[in-house]
C-alpha cells in the first residue's frame, strides 16, 4: 500500500478559495520517485521470481497447425513454454454490457492461449518461463509456429468505403444531427467541404506494460502497471473463476497510461496464467515492441467537414463525419465528432461517425480519444472558412460562439471561450499575424501563427473513500484511485487539508490498491472530480461524528454548537473562537480514531451505488454540458527550402474551472501540448496494409517529439469554478493536447500557404 | 539474444588473432548497433570480441597535414576535437547531428562506419529482406520506404546506410586502415562500402576477419569552409531523410574547389562527383548549384513513398552551398 509523507508545502501562490486548494504544492510521490525508492510493478522483489516473455504471431489471420518449442525448452533456464496446446482453460472474456462499465475491462475478445485462431499479426501464441528474463527471451526467439492462412482485411483506407454505423450508446453518443445540413450547405453563399485523414498512433507510456504475479492458492496478489485495479481484478476473477475478494491488485506508482494501460490485454492475463501453471512467482515486462504487438493504439480516422456559412461568418451548416477502425476481437469506438456538437452554433448540424472492423488489434482509447483528433479536422476547417471569408480566423469562432449548445440547445454550466481567446490573442500577439499567408519571413523560415480551440467534456465517475482522523491529528484518506504522474495523491491531500481544517503535512493519502475503497479507472479526465466528490462528503460525515463525540463530554467547547456553525480549521472544529482539535475531541474520548465512509463495498451497495450514479450520471448530461477548454496559440517555422517545421512559440489559455494545483496542472497541460506536437508533425504507427503488422514499434522510429521539438510552453488559467462541479474544478487531463494539431496545421499554413489535411504534417507534403 | 561467449581483447595483435580463429566472432565496439540486433535476433555471433580497450583512441596530426583516428576514438571526443572542429568543421558537425549525447558517448569511429541500416524490414524477422536472409525478397520496395534509398539501389535492396559521419568522411577523401593475420590494408572509404547488387548482405569490402585500426584524413585546405545539413523528421535524433556534407572554395566569383557528399538517400556514404563535376570551374551561383544537383540527382530512382527524397536532396544541395557562399562554414 502506498504510504507517502506528505512534504511541506513550499511554493504559495494562492489562486482559488482554500488555503491548500488553488496553491501549487509540490507533488507528494516527488521524493519518492526521483531517489527510485518508488516501486513500479516489475520491480517489486520476490525471491524465487520467474520471468515470462511472449511470442508474437507474424501473421494477421490464420489457424496455428504447429508450434515447435522444442528449441525454446531446451535453453538452459527455462521452466515452460506455454502456448494454446497445454495452457490451462481460461473462460473467455464476458461480453460487453451497456449497464456495466466494468464489463468494458477486456482489451480484446481474444481468449489467449486458449485457441488456434490467430486474430492479428503480432497475437501472443505462447509465453516462455525462465529463470531469467534473458533466458525466456532467447526462447521465445526459438520457438517456430506454422499457419494456416486465413483472408484478411487489414487496410484501413481501402476498408472505408465499406464503413458501417457506429453503435451509439447514451454514454458514447456516435452523431445527431438538426436540421438539413447537406441542403444549407449547398445552399451557403460560402462553404468548404474538406476531407482530413488522421493515423494510427500509440501511447508510448514511459513503462512498458509489466505484471507480477502471485498466487497462494486460491488467493492471487497482482502488481500491475494500470490505470485501472478494480478492472484488472474483476477481469482476472473472472477468467480463472477465482472470487474477485481473493485477488488483490497493487499498482501505487505506473510510469504513465494516457489510456493504454486501461483495459487488461494479454500481458497481465498471460503472466497470471504462467504463475498459475508453473507455481512461481512470474513477472512479466513487455518489450516495447511487446507493447506495440499486444496492446491496441489509436484509430486511424478519415474525416469529413463541410461547413456552410453567411458572408459575415454566421454558419449556416456544419457537417463533420468520421471513420475509424475497430478490431475484429474488440475496440473502443472514438467519439471523433463529439466536440463538433458543442463548439459553434450552426442553424444546421450533422454529425456521423462510423466503423470498419479490421484484422487488426483492438484499437483503445487514448488521450482525449475523438477530441484529440476530432478538433484538428473541425478546427482547420474553421481556418479555412475564416480564410475563405476573408475574416479573422478568432473573429469567425467569435461570431459563431452559442449561447447553448448548438445541438440540443442544453445550457452550457459554464463557457469561457471568448475570455479565453481574448486572453490569449492578447498575450500572444495575435494582432501582428498577418492575414496573407506566405509572408513572413526570418532568413531561412517562413513563420506563421496559428490557433484552435481546445475542447475536453466533464463528468465523473464514481468513488469510495474512507477518511480516519485519528488521535495523532493525522488524517487518512483511503481510495484505490490511480497515480501515474498526474499528481491526484497530492490534490486529494490538498482538498482533505481544507475541508478538514487541518496542515496538508498531516494528510496521507492512500491509493492505487483493490484493497482499498473502490474507485474507478483514471479516465475521462474524471479521476480528481470524482475522487473529491465523495472525499468532501466524507470529510462532512467526519466533522458531523467528531462534533457528536465532543457533545458527549460536558468539558467540551463545542457543547452546544451546531454544525452548520462549525468551521474547520487549526486541526479541529471552531465557531467564533471557541473550539478544540480533533486530537483533543479524541483523546478526551479515549479513541484512538474516527473513521467516516463514503459508498458501500457490499455486492448490493455496489449495485445501489452503481445505478444511483448512472440515473445522476444521465440526468446531469441532459441537465449540463459541461467542458473544458480552451484557446491554444502557436507559431511555427518552415524551412523555405526543405519544409522541415519547427514550433518556436506556444501559449495555451484555458478554462479548467479551478484549478487546485497549479503545479501538476501545467504538468498535465505542458505534456498533452507535447503530445499534440507529436500528433501534429511526427507520430504515426506505421500498419503494413500488405499484413497488418506494426512496422515502427520503437521509439527510435515511432517518432515522439524530443526536446528540441518543443517550444517554451506558457500555459494560462481563467481558474474560474464551474458552479456544477465539485470545488468547480473541471478536469484537465486530456484538453491539454486537443485542438493542438489543429492550430499548427493553422500556422503551418499562415507559414506557407499549403494546406495539410493529413496527419503527421512531414516535410514531404509541404515541399 | 542467443547466449554468447564474451571475451576482451588487449592488444591489435591478439583481437586480430582472435577473430581469425572463431568464425562466429564479432568485434564490440560501443556496441549501440551490435547488441541492438542481437536483441532483434537479426545479428547472432557465438563470441563478441570486446575491443573497446585497444588502445586506437587518439586523434593525431600528420606530417602532411592530415589527421589519424583511432578506430576506437568514440563519436563524442571526436566531435570535439579542436583539430578536426578547426580542420574539418563539416566532420565534427555531423557528428553532433547524430544519434543523441550517451549514444555517440557509447559509438566508435569503427562501428559507426559499420553501422547497419535502418530499414524497418531489416529490423523485423517476420519480413521479406534479402539483406538479413538472402533470397527471401525485399518487403521494403512495395512497402514502408520512406527512409529508403534512391541512389545506388538494386532490385534485392533498396536499404540507407544510415551514417551521419561517414558522409562527411566520404566527402574528405578519408582512407580506412584495417588490420588483419594477413598484414595491414588502406582503403579509400569511397570504396569501402559496397552497393547491394545482387548480394546486399555484403555490406563492405572489410573481410570478416579483419580490424578497423584507424581512418586518416589528407589535408584539405578547402574543408575549413565546410558544412553538414541534415534534414529530418524532428530536430533532434533521428536519422537523415537527406543529408548534405560540403566544402566549398570561391576565387573570383568561380568555383575552384568543392567536396560534396549525401546521406540519407543512398546504399552508402554517397560522394556527389557528377555535381563536383559540374560545378568545378562553374560560376558560383544558385543556377550553377542547381544544374549540379539535378546531375547528381539525374540517375536517381524514387519508389512508392520516397520519390519526394529526389527534390528535397537537390534543394539541401543547393541550400547549403547557397549557405557555404554567403555565411561561410560552420562555426
Ligand atoms: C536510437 C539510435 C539513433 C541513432 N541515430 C543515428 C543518427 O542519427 N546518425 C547516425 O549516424 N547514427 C545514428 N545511430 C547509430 C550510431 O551512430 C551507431 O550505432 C554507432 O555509431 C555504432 O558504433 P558502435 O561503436 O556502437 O558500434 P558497434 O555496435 O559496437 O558495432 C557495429 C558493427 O561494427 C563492428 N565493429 C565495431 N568496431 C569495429 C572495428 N574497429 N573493426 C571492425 N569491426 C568493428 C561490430 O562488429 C558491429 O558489426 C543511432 C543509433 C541508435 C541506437
Ligand atoms: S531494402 Fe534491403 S534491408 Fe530493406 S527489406 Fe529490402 S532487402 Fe531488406
Redesign the interface.
Known sequence: MTQVQNPPVTTTTTTAAGKYVGQAVDRVDGAVKTTGEARFAAEVPYANVAHAALVHSTVSRGRITAVDTTAAAAVEGVISVITHENAVRMRPPSKVSPIDIDSMASGTTVNYLNTDQVSWNGQPIAVVVAETPHAAHEAAGLVRATYEVQPSTVDFKAEAPNAEPQPSSLILPSGGSKGDAEAALAAAPVSVDLRFTTPMHHHNAIEPHATTAVWDGDRLTVHEASQSVVWVRKHLAHKFSVPAEGIRVIAPFVGGGFGGKANVWAGTILTVLAARMTGRPVRMLLTREGVYRTVGGRTPTIQRVALGARSDGHLTSLIHTSVSQLGRVGGMAEPVTSQSSHLYAADNLLLKQEIVKLDQIANTSMRAPGEAIGTYAIEVAIDELAAELGMDPIELRMVNEPETDPLHGRKFSHRMLREAYARGAERFGWANRSPEPGVTRDGRWLVGMGVATAYHPSFQLRANVTVRVSVDGGVLVRCGFQEMGMGGATAQAQIAADALGVPFESVRVEYGDTALPLAPMAGGSAQTASVATSLLAACEKLKKSMLELAKKSSESPLRGARAADLSARDGGLFHGGRGETYASILARAGIPSVDAAIGSETRLGDLVGNMRFMSKFLMDRRRWVKAACGAQFCEVRVDADTGEVRVSRWLGVFDVGTVINAKTATSQLKGGIVMGIGAALSEESLVDPRHGRVMNPSLAEYHLPVHADVPRIDVEYLDVPDPTMPLGLLGIGEVGITGVAGAIANAVHNATGKRVRDLPITLDKLL | ???FAYLSAPDVPSAVRAISTEPGAKFLGGGTNLVDLM?E?VEAPDTVIDITRLPLTGVEELPDGGVRIGALVRNSHLAANQLIRSRYPLLSQAILTGASAQLRNMATVGGNLLQRT?C??F??S??ACNKREPGSGC?AI???N?GNAILGASESCIATHPSDMAVALVALDAVVEVESVRGTRRIPLVDFHRLPGTTPQVETVLEADELITAVELPPLPLAATSRYRK????????FA??SVAAALEVEGGVVTGVRIALGGVATKPWRAHEAERVLLGAPATDESFRRAAEAELAPAVGRSQNE?KI??AQ??I??TLRTLLTEGGAA
Open positions: 539474444m542467443k547466449t536483441r535476433g535502418r524497418l524490414y529490423y523485423d517476420a519480413a518487403d512495395g512497402g514502408f520512406r534534414v529530418r523528421d524532428r530536430a533532434s535524433y533521428a531523410l537527406v519526394f527534390e528535397l534543394r539541401a543547393v541550400a
